[in-house]
């Protein structure tokens, strides 16, 4: 059974770092590209950043170039997203989805966990 | 960026009744690589269909997708209860990977 498990998360001040964390299990980690999805409270699902397999490769939206930094560590079978200089309007729940097909970034996000909250706040 | 456009923005509608979601992208999504995907309140996101009509382990066949190029549809034939949920469509064709703005079904 796959299952992704997010941590991390929780309130933290404007201009502060967070690191996220998604713990997998159930596949073959480093078969999978694997991305970051966040939630702003009451709005639509964004698309943030994604990894792929070997993390040789790395992608960003335009919105969080430059303050996000995904990683893998696949011994660990983890994921991870380091956020930079947090902004009120990061405050979202961030969900990692493991993609569908083995080493294709151009699949479906095929399992979800289940997220971690991130409250930007002073 | 491809931009996808979800309409209406809610629908509602009668137990029984047939729903049609629309998503329409900016310019063609090559190889129909178009999902959708379940959110009901408080959860995460399931996928529903891949491939714009591959339906995924577990959906009822009630739902279908269809579609090609600009234009995409997902279907809930005798709309249910437990199928009260945002629905959203995605593109995994091109970086950065998008989602529409989602459609909210309702149950009247």
């Not at chain 1, 991305?35 to 790395?58: D, N």
């Not at chain 2, 979800?6 to 190889?31: F, I």
């Not at chain 2, 009260?84 to 009247?108: M, N, R």
Request: proline share 4%; hydrophobic share 30%.
């Amino acid at each position: 059974e796959v299952k992704l498990v997010e941590s991390g998360g929780g309130l933290v001040q404007p201009g502060e770092s967070l690191r996220l964390s998604c713990a997998a299990s159930g596949f073959t980690f480093s078969d999978y590209p694997m991305t970051w999805v966040r939630q702003a409270p009451g709005k639509g699902l964004e698309w943030v950043s994604a990894i792929s397999g070997s993390g040789g490769s790395t992608y960003y939206a335009d919105a969080v170039r430059g303050r996000f930094t995904i990683s893998r560590d696949n011994s660990k079978n983890t994921l991870y997203l380091q956020i930079n200089s947090l902004r009120a309007d990061d405050t979202a729940v961030f969900y990692c989805a493991k993609h569908g097909i083995r080493q294709q970034l151009a699949s479906p996000l095929q399992y979800w966990g289940r997220g971690t909250l991130v409250t930007v706040s002073s | 960026e491809i931009v996808l456009t979800q309409s209406p923005g809610t629908l509602s509608l009668s137990p029984g009744e047939r729903a049609t979601l629309s998503c329409r992208a900016s310019q063609s999504v090559s190889s129909s690589f178009l999902a959708w995907y379940q959110q009901k309140f408080g959860q995460a996101p399931r996928l529903l269909f891949y491939g714009s009509s591959g339906r995924a382990t577990g959906v009822p066949d009630r739902f279908s997708g269809s579609g090609s190029g600009t234009s995409f549809t997902l279907t809930i034939n005798r709309l249910e209860p437990e199928d009260v949920a945002v629905y959203y469509c995605q593109q995994y064709d091109k970086s950065p990977l998008t989602f529409g703005g989602g459609t909210k079904v309702e149950i009247k």
